[in-house]
């Protein structure tokens, strides 16, 4: 758990960047550790002297017919100040399609979210119910498209989605 933890730490401080809208100020500060729960880690962090809370994990399987690719992550974010929660961004490792969307498939549900550059998001009602199912499911399947056409197939675990979720709540003033 702590190599994986390791391996988020790295994707996110490698890839601060691409996140700009939420979790920007974090990566370039550090964001302050909460806990590692199996597959999910939690964080907290300040921004403008503002607290927000993120959960994230890498995916066990990445599948595709690529040559070169970046890295690939989850994020579900917390910023109370704005009242903004639950909102989910998924960082594909690659630009997708342009106008292209992400299928997002957790059991027997499926959730199309919306692409720009190289991440992929929710809308603010859709978060609530991909929340919702993570918290029920065992695996989450992302399926997308390169801007060279490439589909690729990221399989997350949700294994500990409950537990990170419940930690950056309680971090961040959500119960």
Known sequence: MIAMNKSLLSAFAWTGLGLVLYVVPALAQGGKLIDVFNAWSAFTEKENGKAFCYIGSLPEKMEGKYTQRGDALILVTHRPAEKSFDVISIQAGYIYRKESGVKVTIG???????????????????????????KGGKTMVVKGTSSRGTLTTDTYSLSGFTAAYGAMGKACGKK
Do not use: C, N, P
């Open 108 to 134: 027997g549900q499926s959730f199309e979210l919306y692409t720009k550059g190289g991440h992929a998001w929710a809308k603010a009602k859709i978060d609530r119910q991909l929340v919702a199912a993570m």
